[in-house]
């Protein structure tokens, strides 16, 4: 039987194997339903995240696969120039034209191989 994830949330829910709803016997047509009512005695949907995804606006985002540990990503806060505005191997300045810089390769040869 079709169903939407409202109707467990839904007033006019059977609780019934056999119908879905008082007012769709067979289940709603469609996404929505325009008959939906709001049960105030409902059980609040449980939003369970999985590792890797997270909820946004409502809904379950599965976050890309990283290439960098947590920890690696930390370890790159205290040498890539993004960050300390230095070469890491010759310790050269680099300008501070954060927003405009794509790579981040140096004079003295050091390439910014990250991206």
């Known amino acids: 039987m079709p169903k939407i994830p409202q109707c467990d949330r839904c007033l006019l829910y059977s609780h019934n194997p056999h119908l879905v709803c008082v007012a769709h016997p067979a289940g709603p047509q469609g996404d929505s339903c325009l008959d939906f009512r709001l049960d105030p005695n409902a059980e609040p949907a449980e939003l369970w995240e999985p590792q890797g995804a997270n909820y946004y606006n409502g809904e379950l985002i599965v976050q890309p696969r ?9 370890e790159l806060l205290d040498w890539h120039p993004m960050f300390t505005g230095k070469c890491p191997q010759c310790g ?16 003295c040869g050091w390439m910014d191989d990250t991206v």
Do not use: G, K
């Not at 290439?67 to 930390?74: A, G, I, K, V, Y």
């Not at 050269?92 to 140096?106: E, G, I, K, Q």
């Open 92 to 107: 050269a300045s680099f300008d501070r034209d954060w927003s405009a810089r794509v790579h981040w390769d140096c004079e």
């Open 66 to 74: 990283q290439r960098w540990t947590s920890e690696e990503q930390l």
